[in-house]
């Protein structure tokens, strides 16, 4: 990668105590379903030594104690993700605990772990209560949305499964939260799907919008969905969400939340737009100035940029070579984290919510500006959409946190607001379009809704 000049601010970044997390996939690509929007299980195609996708006692081992020596901090998370992490079976885990207590050295350890629960039986959910492991569910709403794309080997469906799973949690007392992927499908449920997955007891629920491009033909590593910097020919696939309408699911979503739900459910991209809001960090690297901190480690101790740029090219090393602390600590990871910043086109910096997006997620860079300028994401306008639309309620809510009074208030404020009805203002047309700003007909939208001053 080109090195960049450092500037005051990366000055700042490199004296801070070293933190960073990784995520690791000891099962590698490895999962027992075979989800139609998947970008992980072709990952396989890198890994063609013949081993299986284990990650040994060994190396986990040393990985953990690299991992807890190496960062400055009084807290320490270990994240497990996949493929499906079940897959390595209970006996793993249990040594990753016990290696865990044994380099603690004082350290607060934590875990987390990434399931599609359809594997989950008393014996796990003993494990996770035992340990207060925290557990999040790929769940995609309810079981048309969940089983579009969510399948089995054999094409089944799994939502099912998934319930049953937790269920299980629920019994057991673990503590768990939804990541849901938005896809082409999904995105036209988001009220029913907010309300579906409060119903099962998510108090904290993730969207990811999933956005691939898939190239005419398999790339020379055997991956055919391919980075942002692919040139040659390429196109978004079927079940990629659209831009605008992802930004239109989560206005909808945001409606009802701001509304009802503010300090009882938590959605993690409202969160972040606020701190953005208030001048604190976001939380998730997508919507932070900059990344690089939260990298990702394959079954055999292969080390990667992020989750999201396994591919040759942001291959750091391998840990049983080079020691974990010497490869997050390189020129190029740095690099990789600060082009966040650096590469954003001239449109972006421009722009007045770029406090709140910030470019987004790298990976989704792949158009080009208005000017003709590479570096713009693909889900701009619908962040566009919706950052807009959210700023009168994330500036009011900023406001009570600078004030020391909650966030919460914004609800009672909405009411009072909603209430002073502006009469002289023309009533939309039933096909005009709202003046709420979400795009669509006015009778499909806020007809039947008080007008309020803005």
Known sequence: MQKTTLLFTDALKLKRPKAYQVMLKPAGPSCNLRCTYCYYLEKSNLFQDGTAFRMTEGLLEKFTREYIESQEVPQITFTWQGGEPTLMGLGFFRKAIEFQKKYAGG?????????????????????????????????????????????TASGGPTFKRVMKGIELLQKHRVEFNTLSVVNDYNVHFASETYRFLKGIGSMFLQFLPVVERIAGSAEQSGLSLVAPQYSGEAS??????PPLEFGRFL??????????????????????????????????????????DALVMEHN??????????????????????????????????????????????????????????????KHRFLKSPEGEPGLNYLCEGYKLFFQHVEPYMHYMAGELKNKRPPANVMNWIRNREKQVVKSA???????PCPCGSGKKFKNCCAGKPLFKG
């Open 107 to 151: 350290k607060t350890i934590e875990n987390s772990f990434q399931t599609n629960g359809t594997r989950l039986n008393d014996d796990w959910c003993n494990f996770f209560a035992d340990n207060k492991i925290l557990i999040g569910i790929s769940i995609d709403g309810a079981e048309h949305n969940h089983d579009h794309y969510r399948k």
């Open 426 to 432: 023309p009533v939309p047309g039933r096909n005009d």
């Open 236 to 241: 978004v696939t079927a079940w990629s969400v």
């Open 301 to 362: 101790g292969d080390l990667f940029s992020c989750d999201h740029f396994v591919y040759p090219e942001y291959f750091l090393g391998n840990i049983s070579e080079t020691p974990l602390p010497e490869l997050i600590s390189t020129q190029q990871q740095f690099d990789f984290g600060i082009n966040k910043r650096n590469q954003l086109p001239r449109y972006c910096l421009r722009c007045k919510v770029r406090y709140a997006c910030h470019g987004e997620c790298p």
């Open 251 to 292: 206005v909808t979503i945001f409606d009802e939340w701001v509304r009802n739900d503010v300090a009882r459910y938590y959605v993690q991209i409202f969160d972040a737009t606020l701190a953005n809001m208030a001048g604190e960090m976001p939380g998730i690297c997508v919507f932070s100035e900059t990344c690089g």
